[in-house]
């Protein structure tokens, strides 16, 4: 099993990025995901997670209204807009497999101006 984030890099407050996370060695269509972050001296932060069709999503309070998860199944890539960003969204942040011990290598995610 292996999950690849990228897009993550420096933007300044109020900006967006888009992260995603390419899975592989496993049947991505048949499990929901989450996307995780931890900030420095913080421990890890569930951001928001999406069921395995796409149809369910839910999300950290922090997050409601900028932050949209999504999937495309025929690609095996989960992704996460983030829109409106500020500085306490700087964080690494983390694709993971829930129920597992599978999570992806993080994409440092820096809100500055």
């Known amino acids: 099993v292996q999950l690849v984030e990228s897009g993550g890099g420096l933007v300044q407050p109020g900006g967006s990025l888009r992260l995603s996370c390419a899975a592989s060695?496993?049947?991505?269509?048949?499990?929901?995901m989450s996307w995780y972050r931890q900030a420095p001296g913080k421990g890890r932060e569930l951001v928001a997670t999406?069921?395995?069709?796409?149809?369910?999503?839910n999300y950290a309070d922090s997050v409601k209204g900028r932050f949209t998860i999504s999937r495309d199944n025929a690609k095996n890539t989960v992704y996460l807009q983030m829109n409106s960003l500020k500085p306490e969204d700087t964080a690494v942040y983390y694709c993971?497999?829930?129920?597992?011990?599978?999570w992806g290598q993080g994409t440092q995610v820096t809100v500055s101006s």
């Open positions: 999406i069921s395995s069709d796409g149809g369910s999503t």
């Open positions: 060695g496993f049947t991505f269509s048949r499990h929901g």
């Open positions: 993971y497999r829930p129920l597992t011990s599978y």
